[in-house]
C-alpha cells in the first residue's frame, strides 16, 4: 500500500525539518519553505494532505489557503495549519475556511502522529460512508422503480 502523501509549508527551515523527521517514516513527506513552491509542486503531485504554516513571507497560510479552496484541482485536500501563536480570532477564521485542524509550534511528536493520523482515519471513515450511501440511494432508487434513472 502506499504511503500517505502531505505537503508541510514552513519557512522555518528547522521547524519543517523537524515535522519532515517526525512524519517520514509513516507518510510520503515532501517539505517547502513557502506557499509559491507549494503550489509548484502541487501541479506535478496531489497529497493526502497539506500542513501549512501561517506566519509567512510573501503569501501567508490564510491566503495559500484561500487560493487552495478557490482551485478545482486543490479544494478536496485537506489542510491543516502550523503555528507558534493561535488565537481564538484566528482560529476561528481558518476554521471558517476550512482548515481542518491546528498544530502548534514547537510539535509535539506523539500529538502530530496522533492527529495526523486522526485525519486519516476520518478522510478514510467520510470516503466510505459516502460510497455506502451513494449505493443505499441507488438500491432504494432501483427498488422503487426508477430503473431508467441510471441511464
Not at 523537524?18 to 513557502?34: D, E, G, R
Request: proline share 4%; net charge neutral; glycine share 4%.
Amino acid at each position: 500500500m502506499d504511503k500517505k502523501k502531505i505537503i508541510i509549508v514552513d519557512d522555518n527551515a528547522t521547524s519543517l525539518k523537524i515535522c519532515t523527521v517526525i512524519l517520514q517514516p509513516h507518510y510520503a513527506v515532501m517539505p517547502v519553505l513557502s506557499a509559491a513552491k507549494m503550489f509548484e509542486v502541487l501541479r506535478a503531485a496531489t497529497p493526502d494532505l497539506i500542513i501549512l504554516d501561517i506566519e509567512m513571507p510573501e503569501i501567508n497560510g490564510f491566503e495559500a489557503l484561500r487560493q487552495l479552496k478557490a482551485d478545482a484541482a486543490s479544494v478536496h485536500i485537506p489542510v491543516a495549519f502550523l503555528t507558534s501563536h493561535v488565537d481564538y480570532d484566528s482560529e476561528k477564521r481558518g476554521r471558517d475556511m476550512g482548515v481542518i485542524d491546528y498544530f502548534r509550534k514547537p510539535v509535539s511528536q506523539q500529538a502530530l502522529l496522533r492527529r495526523v493520523s486522526a485525519i486519516f482515519s476520518t478522510a478514510d471513515t467520510d470516503t466510505t460512508d459516502k460510497i455506502l450511501s451513494d449505493i443505499q440511494d441507488l438500491r432504494r432508487m432501483l427498488q422503487s422503480g426508477g430503473r431508467n434513472q441510471c441511464l
